[in-house]
């Protein structure tokens, strides 16, 4: 049985159905605005700002006018070689705490995830180094690595007798910078991990079940089931905490 539509009612169809993408594209723009008023407002225009000061030397005092000089900052800079052992510790860093970071946060979000109770709780526990202040964990972690009366000093000296005298942490270049990537990968460990554990919450069980059924250790599900489907998450933790590591300079 075959039932005919008039060719005046497909055509109003079509019309409201252009209406109504139309309408829902402009509703769409629309709870995109704030967020991209914010992003163009304390992104991409202090981004253009410091270009355009990048290219004078540039006068802080009112009433004193700027003087234009095109690259010579930039080759300035390219010729002193403090910039290069910035540049080499800064990729040092990003080598070591983005590995860091995303390894232990996916241990974390794994462990939470078969978590039946107590999940929230540990999910914020680990998450408040992220939202802590620069300043409150740059004191602990300054009084954790302090050369005389510091915790870790403490436990590898006192405790476990593994170092015959105190480590100065923060007075050698070496460990300083150690002490600042532990403090890089604890802080940031919680960001990924949320990002993480809602990866793994969107992965359906009925994958893991046939995995099982089918003979797959745990660590074989993990490698061919769970990491495949998570390749995109990874990636988007890769490239911001690459860019985070490297703003660090």
């Not at 970071?101 to 794994?110: C, E, G, I, P, T």
Request: some cysteine; proline content about 5%.
């Amino acid at each position: 049985m075959r039932v005919s539509i008039p060719h005046r009612l497909l055509g109003k169809v079509c019309v409201m159905n252009r209406a109504l993408r139309r309408q829902q594209i402009r509703v769409a723009y629309l709870f995109m605005l704030p967020g991209l008023i914010f992003f163009l407002t304390f992104q991409i225009y202090p981004l253009i700002k410091a270009f355009q000061i990048s290219l004078y030397r540039w006068e802080i005092m009112p009433g004193q006018a700027s003087q234009f000089l095109g690259l010579a900052n930039y080759l300035r800079a390219f010729q002193d070689p403090i910039f290069w052992l910035a540049m080499r510790n800064t990729a040092l860093y990003t080598l070591v705490t983005v590995p860091g970071q995303m390894v232990l946060a996916m241990v974390v979000a794994l462990a939470l995830n078969r978590l039946v109770w107590g999940r929230v709780f540990f999910r914020t526990v680990y998450y408040l180094p992220v939202i802590t202040s620069w300043v409150v964990v740059s004191l602990l972690f300054k009084f954790l690595f302090n050369s005389q009366a510091g915790l870790i000093n403490f436990v590898l000296k006192d405790l476990l007798h593994l170092t015959p005298n105190y480590i100065p942490w923060l007075q050698n270049p070496g460990t300083a910078l150690i002490a600042i990537m532990t403090l890089g990968i604890w802080k940031g460990i919680g960001w990924s991990m949320v990002i993480f554990l809602a990866a793994l919450q969107g992965i359906p069980v009925e994958l893991h079940e046939a995995a099982a059924i089918d003979g797959a250790s745990r660590w074989q599900r993990f490698w061919y089931v769970t990491l495949p489907i998570m390749r995109p998450t990874l990636v988007f933790v890769l490239v911001m905490l690459t860019i985070g590591g490297f703003n660090v300079f």
